[in-house]
């Protein structure tokens, strides 16, 4: 067992690492430019994208459970009409962002109260990196069904491919052709839609040889479309709760000045990367429980369960440890300007603490996706995000300000891994699955 799930995570973590070393990179380019509201503007604009392209997260999660579970049943079939069906449903959602990009921003910028300048630049990255949409979302749709399949060296390939033309074309566009944050936002553009192009061709050399001759009537069948739906929509939800999170934790922190929205964005930018570590295993589990689910083999299950947590865990300690160790010095490369790494120092013990405690509920995430117990997930997460992150926040903001926002960040990973592992008896050992 393993084996199986090294053989998975391990390209899953190598390709999740590339993609936080990306925006490493974006957040040190810029925080070494002359103005601090520069980095202020990236930080707005991904958590205006974070909105737009993680609420279509369920084209990668949701595929790969689905169709983890019908190559473990052998039903090749089925697998590629779930292709074509997220795709078709990417290509109709990336229509739908391009046609409101303009609602989209204003509102965005209306929720967000940041300074006048970080709002101009805002602007100027959205207004080009929008049209990185339909890439986007196909990429999901693609790499999460290379995963469902098995298959987690192309999805690691594409990754690591997509975030090494950007970080060079970034590079590329901020020093040498003297841009700003429209430099990286044209860098991401281009790369998503090589990389889009790379997924295709993986794609055809290993899966295009087989004509299955698939009718239109099987793409819109009514209980898969019901199921296909219903799993998503517990996803969508999820991921919304999610995002509203770091929205609101990216909000608070641009309302208390540019220099702690600064501070917090380098923070968040090594949380992502000790959480996409752990991630790897979280995809491995996805891969192996729909698998072993599809097959009907529930004690390959449990054990493929144990095992992941047991390597999340395991990783998620490293990075405490990392962290604890070289907490200044990793700070250090991502801007020069003393007061945002002074500011950063003063609440650097969250950070320590994250990638142990945050270990637990990753990789339960990946366990409930690849069961498709997708409405476990979406309580575990309302109840984190409006019992628990909310409240806490505004209990303490007033005696503990920018502490606050991360004594309620905590919190709410600590209530996802409590409250998931309450329900996996029932939801993922058990006969109920949804």
Same mark, same amino acid.
């Given at each position: ?8 995570? @391990? ?6 690492? !590339?993609?936080? =070393? %990306? ?10 430019? +002359? ?6 503007? $990236?930080?707005?604009? !991904? ?11 369920? =084209? ?17 079939? /089925?697998?590629?009409?779930? =292709? ?34 970080? +709002? ?50 970034? %590079? ?39 004509? %299955?001759?698939?009718?239109?009537? /099987? =793409?819109? /069948?009514?209980? /898969? ?11 969508? $939800? ?6 509203? !999170? ?86 250090? %490369? ?6 945002? @790494? ?15 405690? #945050? ?19 979406? #309580? ?17 903001? +007033? ?36």
């Amino acid at each position: 067992m393993n084996r199986q799930i090294l053989r998975l995570a @391990i390209p899953n973590i190598i390709s999740n690492l !590339s993609v936080p =070393l %990306l925006g490493a990179i974006d957040t040190a380019v810029v925080g070494r430019l +002359e103005h601090v509201y520069y980095l202020g503007a $990236i930080a707005v604009g !991904s958590i205006i994208f974070d909105f737009i392209f993680w609420g279509f997260g369920f =084209l990668r999660m949701g595929t790969t459970g689905l169709v983890a579970q019908a190559y473990g049943a052998g039903n090749e079939r /089925e697998t590629r009409i779930i =292709l074509m069906r997220v795709l078709i449903v990417a290509a109709i959602s990336s229509l739908a962002i391009l046609l409101l990009q303009l609602p989209i921003i204003e509102l965005s910028l209306y929720l967000i109260n940041a300074s006048p300048e970080v +709002e101009e630049y805002t602007r100027l990255y959205y207004h080009i990196r929008i049209f990185a949409a339909p890439a986007t979302l196909a990429l999901f749709g693609i790499n999460g069904w290379f995963l469902g399949m098995q298959n987690s060296h192309y999805p690691m390939a594409v990754t690591i491919f997509l975030n090494l033309v950007n970080i060079g074309l970034n %590079l590329l566009f901020v020093f040498r052709f003297g841009m700003n944050v429209d430099g990286v936002a044209t860098g991401s553009l281009v790369a998503s839609f090589l990389g889009l192009g790379l997924a295709f061709i993986l794609y055809k050399r290993k899966y295009g040889g087989m004509k %299955l001759n698939i009718q239109f009537s /099987e =793409l819109i /069948e009514a209980s /898969e479309i019901k199921r296909f739906f219903t799993v998503n929509r517990d996803i969508v $939800i999820r991921t919304l709760c999610l995002i509203f !999170s770091y929205a609101f934790f990216t909000a608070k922190s641009a309302a208390m000045g540019d220099v702690v929205l600064a501070a917090n964005t380098i923070l968040l930018q090594m949380w992502y990367i000790s959480s996409y570590g752990t991630d790897g295993f979280a995809y491995a589990a996805e891969s192996l429980v729909g698998r072993f689910k599809g097959a009907g083999t529930p004690d390959k299950l449990k054990l493929a369960v144990k095992a992941n947590m047991l390597w999340g865990l395991g990783l998620g300690l490293f990075g405490t440890i990392a962290y604890a160790l070289f907490d200044a010095e990793i700070i250090a %490369l991502f801007t020069d300007k003393e007061p945002v @790494i002074a500011m950063a120092m003063t609440v650097v013990i969250w950070l320590i603490v994250a990638p142990l405690v #945050n270990s637990v509920c990753f990789i339960w995430d990946g366990v409930y996706i690849g069961a498709t117990a997708t409405g476990a997930m979406r #309580n575990s997460m309302l109840v984190a995000t409006f019992l628990v992150f909310v409240p806490v926040y505004f209990i303490t903001a +007033e005696d503990y300000g920018i502490h606050a926002l991360w004594m309620a960040m905590t919190g709410f990973m600590v209530a996802r891994g409590v409250i998931l592992s309450i329900y996996a008896p029932s939801r993922i050992f058990g006969e109920q699955s949804l």
